[in-house]
């Protein structure tokens, strides 16, 4: 950090041609900085002009545009300005699009995983496991409860994976949404119940009671005949209401200057809403977007209009799933290790050094990895969701250990000590104390290392992943494209319409959900910080 | 880590400390699965490299050692075309042509950056400036490729005799996405400088020019090599903008400076983008090509891994001294 001392008081007022120089120096640094900004800058706004045919807009369709959705925001924005209400505004509407986003996210998730599948797990093997540490906790049994959760787990998943059969025929019997309001509703509600109890935290208790209300009434509208099937509505009501709700009711309790905040979301839904219906009741016509509600349905195709991304982003999803549960822990672990156990060893400063080149190590070399040991030796299958998701899970590791590292470190050696002090061991401190001090940290650099992990598309090109794959992963053992690949065997296309068009949707579709994993892991560690 | 506190153990039951133990132990296995990690890299390529050499003898009726010569010295890459030969020079200076481009646009840039940050910006600046730096970083490097092939060649093309694939591009987009590698690894060192030695300059009646450029980057030196080696090192192993927009074309480019403009408006070939087609051509394995990628990733790993350690090295240097 420079001192701040201004030379053209004292010192350069001796000579102008030093003021001078010092001034370019400046501003050539400065130029330096903000190159490669502007840069990526100006080229992303060529995509997203491409991306959504800007180009070919009616000049009505700016004129609407500006006047219902353009002229209200920037209006509301000058309004809140600078006060409270606008740090409200923008955590509620970013956390509005990522509980969107996670919503979408189950969906695709749930698409995979049935009602009755997903009952049959959460009844066997995680409801035991709740019952086996309470049982724990009640008892103050407290040597005997890791083993007896250990062995719940894996006798629960080892049961319900050999009774899969059965059972899902005799749950098959049951409605789906019956199932889902037991084995996921009630549970999600009573942990919000419990946690908002614990916190005295009254959004969570509306969160909980809005979606049980959800689904149930998307039941009934089930019995009554209006829906179809109720799954896909109920699981995304459970990823979307919940934070939603959390978020709006943070912005709410910050009081009534800043609730102001809160109304962004109708100025902009309102303001979009109201451009289209402006537009096609006046009869002028919307630019014909890349990025439409097919784009998400389709899969790969020939022709530009009938290529969509749909298998990839599920692709993506999958081994999103393989990485956190083959990553998170073992890294979290070893940072855990790291930090607080390691001795000064030879060993352990190897384990150091040696972590700092391996994230330093090209991903193609990862992808070599994962073909000959993934899915050669361990016979794994080459492009399949689970040799893709171990590769890019082993290339992210140094990264999420390193990350976590960070965050244990960042935790005050007093309150270590006060633990001790205490007298709890040290893997009580660790798990008691230091973890849930580190946690916002760790799931910061957790979610970073997955976004990382999302854009890779080297190691995939190396474990032999297809570039393009008509139908979604039903399993582990599937076949897997990315997002990433999908765009890369986009790229030999020269006909302009998939060049332009279509592969410049892709680019924004990846780089919005980057995007959207960044702004998720900043707001959720502001929020855990906070209490 | 309080080490003392351990003492206290033996009052605890036994059963506590076995569970104790088993924990530790469990974690340690995590740690120690980053260096099993590394050995499983090292033993994949090394082996596999291996099958390379012996497939690659045999095609030249010669001995390990002469494929292994050959590989080294070749100057051809023409791997699935009769008569095959792999030869890593044409690859090898693909890619320096490559790195040692972006390496001119990077290393600049993401020294201004730092010093601008360290020494000039007032603290609102640095919120908004240093952020925006790093999403550079995050840009997944296939829309970086797709930037350069759809964006920068026809841009530079109105300027430039360019082919359609060429090393121009993928250099520019390559430099600015490793700019906050130099930037950040480079600021630290810069802040690290004590505030005593710029008073120092002032005191003596120096400008912050001056104290900038004479005081706190010498100061910071080791830091900012170390910085730029990282940053190449990060530039050989860079894949998908290489194998996007600077094409497949294998030759050997005349590293001559002055001549060094028509090597970058041609398609040439890295070897990261060799090692993606050889993953893409048709090879169920146990065809050279195949494992030649091995051969290719032992080469890069090699060359990156000691860059790695040597930026290391330095950089633990620079820490010393204060």
Not at chain 1, 457 to 469: E, N, Q
Not at chain 2, 251 to 271: A, F, H, V, W
Request: charged share 15%; net charge neutral.
């Amino acid at each position: 950090m420079g001192t701040r001392i201004d030379e053209r008081e004292w010192v350069g007022r001796s000579s102008v041609l030093a003021s001078v120089r010092g001034a370019a120096f400046e501003y050539t640094c400065l130029g330096a900085a903000l190159f490669g900004i502007v840069t990526l800058l100006v080229l992303l706004a060529y995509v997203t002009v491409d991306a959504i045919e800007l180009r070919e807009a009616d000049p009505a369709w700016f004129a609407i545009v500006g006047l219902t959705f353009v002229l209200p925001v920037t209006l509301f924005v000058r309004r809140i300005w600078g006060t409270p209400a606008a740090d409200v505004a923008k955590t509620s509407v970013g956390g509005v699009l990522l509980a969107a986003g996670l919503g979408g996210f189950l969906i695709v998730a749930f698409t995979i995983v049935t009602p009755s599948v997903w009952a049959a797990y959460v009844l066997l093997a995680v409801a035991p496991v709740i019952v086996a540490a309470r049982y724990g906790d009640r008892f103050e049994r407290l040597d005997g409860t890791g083993p007896l959760v250990m062995a719940t787990v894996v006798l629960g998943v080892i049961a319900a994976t050999a009774l899969l059969g059965p059972i899902t025929t005799v749950l098959g019997m049951a409605k789906s949404w019956v199932l889902y309001l037991l084995t996921a509703t009630v549970p999600v509600a009573g942990a919000l119940l419990w946690w908002a109890r614990a916190r005295d935290d009254r959004a969570a208790t509306v969160a909980a009671w809005l979606v049980v209300g959800a689904t149930v009434g998307l039941g009934l509208l089930v019995e009554v005949g209006v829906l179809e099937t109720a799954g896909a509505p109920i699981v995304f009501s459970l990823g979307f209401v919940v934070p939603a709700t959390v978020v709006l009711g943070d912005g709410y309790r910050r009081g009534p200057a800043a609730r102001i905040g809160l109304f962004a979301i109708p100025i902009l839904l309102g303001g979009a809403v109201a451009a289209v219906a402006v537009s096609w009741s006046l009869g002028v016509p919307m630019p014909g977007s890349w990025i439409r509600p097919e784009f998400f349905q389709q899969g790969p195709s020939r022709t530009p209009e009938n290529a969509g991304l749909y298998p990839p982003i599920v692709g993506s999803i999958f081994m999103l799933i393989v990485m956190i549960v083959a990553v998170f822990h073992l890294g979290v672990g070893a940072a855990v290790y790291l930090e607080e156990y390691a001795p000064d060893t030879w060993l352990i400063r190897l384990v150091r050094i040696n972590l700092a080149n391996l994230a330093g190590v090209p991903s193609v070399v990862y992808g070599l990895l994962g073909l000959a040991i993934i899915a050669r030796r361990f016979g794994f299958g080459r492009g399949t969701v689970i040799t893709a998701g171990l590769t890019v899970g082993l290339l992210v590791l140094p990264i999420v250990i390193i990350s976590a590292q960070e965050a244990i470190r960042s935790v005050p050696h007093s309150v270590r000590q006060a633990s001790y002090g205490m007298g709890a061991s040290r893997w009580q401190t660790t798990r008691e104390v230091v973890l849930p001090e580190a946690f916002p940290g760790i799931l910061t650099g957790t979610i970073l290392a997955l976004g990382r992990a999302i854009g890779e598309t080297a190691p995939l090109i190396m474990i032999g992943a297809a570039t393009s794959v008509s139908s979604a992963p039903d399993s582990l053992f599937g076949t897997v494209t990315a997002m990433p690949l999908q765009l890369f065997s986009w790229r030999s296309y020269f006909d302009p319409d998939f060049r332009y068009g279509v592969v410049a949707a892709g680019v924004i579709t990846l780089l919005v959900i980057l995007l959207g994993m960044n702004a998720a892991a900043i707001i959720l560690r502001n929020r855990l910080e906070k209490r | 880590m309080s080490g003392d506190v351990s003492k206290r153990e033996w009052q605890r039951p036994a059963a506590d400390r076995r569970r104790e133990q088993l924990y530790e132990y469990g974690l340690f296995g995590c740690a120690t699965l980053t260096v099993a990690i590394t050995v499983g890299i090292l033993y994949t390529l090394f082996s596999d490299a291996l099958y390379f050499f012996q497939a690659y003898a045999g095609l030249l009726d010669g001995s390990i050692t002469g494929a292994l010569s050959e590989f080294v010295t070749g100057r051809n890459w023409r791997p699935t075309i009769r008569p095959y030969s792999y030869g890593l020079l044409p690859l090898l200076s693909g890619t320096i042509v490559v790195t040692v481009a972006a390496a001119a646009i990077a290393l600049p840039c993401g020294l201004g950056a730092a010093i601008y940050l360290s020494e000039y910006a007032c603290p609102t600046t640095r919120a908004y400036l240093k952020p925006a730096l790093e999403v550079l970083a995050g840009v997944p490097t296939i829309v970086y490729g797709y930037f350069a092939l759809a964006y920068v060649t026809p841009f530079l093309d109105r300027f430039l005799p360019l082919s359609t694939f060429n090393a121009l591009s993928a250099s520019i987009m390559m430099g600015i996405m490793i700019v906050p590698m130099v930037s950040s690894i480079s600021e630290d060192a810069l802040s690290a400088v004590p505030d005593s030695l710029r008073h120092a300059g002032y005191g003596l009646g120096a400008t912050k020019f001056d104290v900038s450029v004479r005081v706190v980057v010498p100061a910071a030196f080791s830091g900012i090599i170390s910085s730029f080696i990282l940053a190449i090192s990060r530039a050989i192993g860079e894949t998908m903008i290489v194998t996007v927009a600077a094409g497949q074309n294998p030759k050997m480019l005349i590293l001559d400076p002055g001549r060094l403009d028509e090597n970058l408006y041609d398609s040439i070939q890295t070897i990261t983008s060799a090692m993606v087609q050889a993953a893409g051509s048709d090879t169920a394995g146990g065809t050279p090509v195949f494992w030649s990628m091995f051969a290719l990733g032992m080469a890069l790993f090699v060359v990156t891994f000691a860059m790695n350690l040597i930026a290391d090295a330095v950089q633990r240097r620079y820490r010393e001294v204060y």
